[in-house]
Nanobody
Framework: VEVVESGGTLVQAGGSLKLSCRAS????????MGWYRQVPGKQRELVAS???????TYGDSVKGRFTISRVNARNTVYLQMNSLKPEDTAVYYC?????????WGQGTQVTVSS
């Protein structure tokens, strides 16, 4: 499965941004999809995930501000980010899991200026 993220850019604090992640494969609707982020020197952390069954999980730091969604017909998962903070600055990675198969995208940089 190939995973490709897009949408990262520079945005001011308080602004909004929507990331997209498209995954290849005919069984996308069964995939558990997640957004993670990483800053230099720190571990990659979960931002949000949505299972193939539609169960959604958010990291504590983004609850109430970020929304994950998926459109299976487009093989795409989105991350709507509102009320962005400078501490949201990171490389955002998309992850796809199906059974024992796992794929990561190359990452997209989100920079939030104060």
């Amino acid at each position: 499965v190939e995973v490709v993220e897009s949408g990262g850019t520079l945005v001011q604090a308080g602004g909004s941004l929507k990331l997209s992640c498209r995954a290849s494969g005919v069984f996308f609707s069964f995939n558990d999809m997640g957004w993670y982020r990483q800053v230099p020197g720190k571990q990659r952390e979960l931002v949000a995930s949505v299972s193939g069954g539609g169960n959604i999980t958010y990291g504590d730091s983004v609850k109430g501000r970020f929304t994950i969604s998926r459109v299976n017909a487009r093989n795409t998962v989105y991350l709507q980010m509102n009320s962005l903070k400078p501490e949201d600055t990171a490389v955002y990675y998309c992850n796809s899991k199906y059974g024992t198969s796992e794929s990561w995208g190359q990452g997209t940089q989100v920079t939030v200026s104060s």
